[in-house]
Nanobody
């Protein structure tokens, strides 16, 4: 079964950091570009970042540049998203997805990030 399972979300104070993880199974993880997408409460999906199959190239939404870092460990079949200097606007559900914008083939169930004091 092809599966993506996110973890690492939680309640964090403004200014704090989190590292989200996405464990992949059921497919050859290292063959695919992977993305992070988020959804703030009451809002639509917002693309965050994408990384190439080998981890050499990453792209970010303009508003995410500088605070977000996507990475992957193909040996562990795991995708990561490091988020620093969290603020309330970063609250939401973070999803990992296999593929790129316009062609997300598989989605995880999401992990909830809540930024609040």
């Amino acid at each position: 079964e092809v599966q993506l399972v996110e973890s690492g979300g939680g309640l964090v104070q403004p200014g704090g950091s989190l590292r989200l993880s996405c464990a992949a199974s059921g497919f050859t993880f290292g063959h695919y570009e992977m993305s992070w997408v988020r959804q703030a409460p009451g809002k639509g999906l917002e693309w965050v970042s994408v990384i190439t199959w080998n981890g050499e190239i990453a792209h970010y939404a303009e508003s995410m540049k500088g605070r977000f870092t996507i990475s992957r460990d193909n040996a562990k079949n795991t995708l990561y998203l490091q988020i620093n200097s969290l603020n309330s606007e970063d609250s939401g559900v973070y999803y990992c997805a296999r593929g790129v914008t316009g062609n997300f083939e598989v989605w995880g169930q999401g992990t909830l990030v809540t930024v609040s004091s």
